[in-house]
């Protein structure tokens, strides 16, 4: 036998499911070091690079500053003077004297700047004065340098203060990094200043040790470069395409990094110089070197993970184990175990369960009401709710047209007769035949709505300018049928109405005529036409009307008593012109209402109505006028609707006491309804009420549940078998207790008594 089988299953799942979680875990500790570590590394070089910057451009930015003061001198405005000639050189060691005040003012700068008229070839510098050529060799100017500087001279367009800074290395003199700047005065002189900055000391703070780099760099080249690479790899990491592409890069948040295979570098633009970047470049490190501390971390938790998951795996795949066996055990009273597989006993026995419950689920939902038909029957019982109509009708897209419509409603009548040849349920299936037949034959053909009503009726929702051919159909079908089959189908058709939710009075006139069959001519089709000269002799009062009136008052529902009651009075007193036979009928029919409600409510007159109005039955015998019959009436009613809803409370929850007490020294009876209201000398419907009303549930519910907690205080208590516990608790039948255990348990009780 593989008896732990399952068990040796469920650790290997278990161990898997560890081995994946640990893996898992510590591939994501790891995975969260190393981001952060890489987040750290990069912000330290963003920092190292901003640093750098700030110390550039202040640099530039005090050259500039000294720049612009030599301008606005009146030294320089002289030398820039045209047509001055004879004093020329006189200016010209004055502007040189005050290059040399403001290089001393910013010596720890160190930087040389010098001025060239381009009307002429000298240059003036804080030193002395020469000629442009050799100012370029001291510079050391390439022939490419002086190119591009004459290049720069000529493009640039004479605007006055406007001028492109140009950046120049020199290239054979690779100790000094020039910037030049053009110039136009208001007298169209053009004038270059030249600021030189010592590279060394421009840079010494930034250490260019092995693989890393420092730079400036413009989208044109590499203007200057701090590192021990050899050229080709620069340009490999700082490729001149790449360069290119810097007017497009967005430096919103002062800084962008590139990420290359092996490198990482960051890119910031000076604050001063739109078309000069900084750019710092650093291998990536080798991760294994790097983060050794983090690996032996991650697997070190990794490893403890593992070994504790394991553990805890053996553990409760023990403890989920003995559950099953259990069951197991439980099962064996019903079918012997064979020891062959647990899950395919424990499958084998509770499939029979579950084909019977789902047998159960299918007879339940077959004789569910569907959605759709409680809508109709809503429709055709009363006026609905405006936005309730509006919101179903949307819902669920009735074939029916929504104006001028009439019903029809066909009903087999179940006289003595017919009641001595066919059972209750012979008739039900006559009606679902006759059903089965107008599905077939009608609904095909016409737009209509069909359905069931009660036990006798079906009712069919038709278009009015359909009436005469369904007639005429139903007419030669029903005709037959009765001939043949001895039976009495009659149908009958209410008045039109303009509007579907107006419905309900072409199917309260329909209902009229079928109270009304026995005094009218008969016909297999009755219609409205035929029923309107008895109007005056009959009063309108359905049962299924007078049974609603009952329920409600009983239950204290007094909006929609009253709704009702509204229709019954307003129809036999208003819209009806009753003679005094009928209307004296109508009264007495009022009069049983009363009593019947008195009955269900287990009230006595005098006790609803005290001693002065007590004698309501002979005071509405007497009064002939309809105003004061309907304010009668309409007083009775609210009396009865007022002490039912206010009394009721106190004396339900004595009888409710009671009713309880009973049901708990009896539930191991088969105690039903009908039992309880013999006891108490109640009717089952005021008992419902009550229940419903005191516990929120009804009987059934109420007795199934205290019987399940009675059960499951044994099962706690000691050992027992399932179907003699089911006797000890009221069921006759344990498949019943077991089905019923689980539906308020969620357990079977076998599983319940060993989880207990």
């Known amino acids: 036998?593989?008896?732990?089988?399952?068990?040796?299953?469920?650790?290997?799942?278990?161990?898997?499911?560890?081995?994946?979680?640990?893996?898992?875990?510590?591939?994501?500790?790891?995975?969260?070091?190393?981001?952060?570590?890489?987040?750290?590394?990069?912000?330290?070089?963003?920092?190292?690079?901003?640093?750098?910057?700030?110390?550039?451009?202040?640099?530039?930015?005090?050259?500039?500053?000294?720049?612009?003061?030599?301008?606005?001198?009146?030294?320089?405005?002289?030398?820039?003077?045209?047509?001055?000639?004879?004093?020329?050189?006189?200016?010209?060691?004055?502007?040189?004297?005050?290059?040399?005040?403001?290089?001393?003012?910013?010596?720890?700068?160190?930087?040389?700047?010098?001025?060239?008229?381009?009307?002429?070839?000298?240059?003036?510098?804080?030193?002395?004065?020469?000629?442009?050529?050799?100012?370029?060799?001291?510079?050391?100017?390439?022939?490419?340098?002086?190119?591009?500087?004459?290049?720069?001279?000529?493009?640039?367009?004479?605007?006055?203060?406007?001028?492109?800074?140009?950046?120049?290395?020199?290239?054979?003199?690779?100790?000094?990094?020039?910037l030049?700047?053009?110039?136009?005065?208001?007298?169209?002189?053009?004038?270059?200043?030249?600021?030189?900055?010592?590279?060394?000391?421009?840079?010494?703070?930034?250490?260019?040790?092995?693989?890393?780099?420092?730079?400036?760099v413009t989208k044109d080249e590499i203007k200057y470069l701090q590192t021990d690479l050899e050229s080709a790899k620069v340009e490999e990491i700082l490729a001149p395409k790449e360069l290119a592409k810097l007017d497009e890069l967005s430096f919103e948040n002062g800084s962008v990094t590139l990420g290359k295979a092996r490198y990482d570098i960051h890119l910031t633009q000076s604050d001063i110089l739109s078309n000069l970047n900084y750019v710092y470049f650093s291998p990536k490190p080798a991760l294994i070197t790097a983060m050794k501390e983090v690996y032996v971390k991650a697997f070190l938790i990794g490893l403890s993970l593992l070994a504790a998951g394991i553990l805890l795996a053996a553990y409760f795949v023990n403890r989920t184990y003995r559950p099953i066996q259990h069951i197991i055990h439980h099962l064996s009273q019903y079918q012997k175990y064979e020891g062959n597989d647990e899950l395919s006993f424990i499958k084998s026995t509770t499939d029979q369960i579950s084909t019977m419950n789902e047998n159960l689920k299918q007879t339940i939902e077959l004789n569910k009401l569907p959605l759709k038909q409680q809508f109709l029957n809503e429709m055709v019982v009363g006026p609905m709710n405006q936005k309730e109509f509006t919101e179903k009708l949307n819902r669920f897209h009735l074939k029916v047209k929504q104006e001028d419509l009439k019903v029809i409603i066909i009903e087999v009548d179940s006289n003595v007769v017919l009641q001595e040849r066919l059972s209750k349920e012979g008739i039900l299936t006559v009606k679902q035949q006759i059903l089965g037949i107008l599905k077939k034959e009608i609904e095909p053909m016409f737009a209509c709505e069909l359905f069931e009503y009660g036990y006798e009726k079906i009712v069919l929702i038709i278009h009015q300018e359909d009436v005469e051919n369904i007639v005429l159909k139903l007419g030669q079908l029903f005709s037959t049928m009765n001939k043949e089959l001895e039976l009495n189908i009659i149908t009958a058709v209410g008045q039109p109405v303009a509007k579907l939710e107006y419905i309900y009075h072409s199917f309260e006139s329909a209902l009229k005529i079928l109270e009304s069959k026995f005094a009218l001519e008969r016909n297999t089709v009755l219609s409205y036409e035929d029923f309107k000269y008895l109007d005056q002799t009959n009063f309108y009062f359905p049962f299924e009307v007078e049974r609603s009136l009952i329920q409600l008052v009983v239950q204290g529902n007094i909006e929609k008593a009253e709704i009702i009651l509204n229709r019954v009075l307003d129809e036999n007193?208003?819209?009806?012109?009753?003679?005094?036979?009928?209307?004296?009928?109508?009264?007495?029919?009022?009069?049983?209402?009363?009593?019947?409600?008195?009955?269900?409510?287990?009230k006595t007159s005098k006790e609803i109505f005290g001693d002065e109005i007590s004698t309501f039955h002979f005071e509405l015998q007497q009064i002939h006028d309809k105003d004061q019959l309907e304010e009668r009436i309409r007083l009775i009613f609210s009396v009865l609707l007022t002490q039912i809803s206010t009394t009721e409370s106190k004396e339900e929850t004595s009888i409710a006491t009671k009713f309880l007490k009973y049901i708990q020294q009896n539930y191991e009876k088969d105690i039903s309804l009908h039992d309880l209201a013999d006891e108490f000398g109640l009717s089952t419907s005021y008992i419902s009420t009550i229940f419903k009303n005191h516990t929120g549930e009804n009987y059934k519910d109420y007795l199934n549940k205290y019987r399940i907690s009675k059960a499951q205080e044994i099962l706690e208590n000691r050992e027992i078998k399932i179907k003699e516990l089911a006797g000890m608790v009221g069921f006759n039948n344990v498949n019943t207790f077991i089905r019923t255990f689980k539906r308020y348990v969620g357990l079977p009780p076998g599983q319940y008594e060993k989880s207990s």
Do not use: C
Not at 8 to 36: A, H, R
Not at 189 to 197: C, N, R
Not at 582 to 593: D, K, N, Y
């Open 573 to 602: 007193l208003h819209s009806k012109k009753l003679t005094k036979n009928a209307l004296s009928q109508f009264v007495f029919a009022i009069r049983g209402t009363i009593n019947r409600i008195l009955q269900a409510a287990n």
């Open 180 to 216: 030049i700047k053009k110039e136009t005065s208001f007298h169209n002189v053009e004038t270059l200043f030249f600021i030189s900055f010592y590279a060394k000391s421009f840079f010494s703070f930034v250490e260019g040790e092995g693989k890393e780099g420092f730079g400036l």
């Open 1 to 178: 036998m593989k008896k732990r089988k399952l068990f040796w299953q469920m650790l290997m799942y278990f161990g898997v499911f560890i081995i994946l979680f640990s893996s898992v875990t510590t591939f994501l500790l790891y995975k969260d070091s190393s981001e952060v570590y890489q987040k750290e590394r990069s912000q330290h070089q963003k920092i190292l690079l901003e640093q750098a910057k700030e110390s550039i451009d202040t640099r530039i930015q005090v050259a500039f500053n000294a720049l612009m003061q030599l301008q606005n001198s009146q030294e320089f405005k002289d030398y820039i003077r045209p047509n001055q000639k004879d004093e020329y050189y006189y200016r010209m060691l004055q502007v040189l004297k005050q290059l040399k005040i403001n290089n001393s003012a910013f010596a720890n700068f160190e930087y040389k700047s010098g001025i060239l008229n381009l009307a002429d070839n000298v240059v003036v510098t804080q030193d002395s004065t020469m000629n442009k050529d050799l100012f370029f060799k001291e510079l050391g100017f390439s022939k490419k340098n002086i190119a591009a500087l004459e290049e720069y001279v000529h493009k640039s367009t004479p605007q006055y203060g406007n001028h492109q800074v140009m950046i120049l290395s020199n290239e054979n003199n690779s100790e000094y990094l020039t």
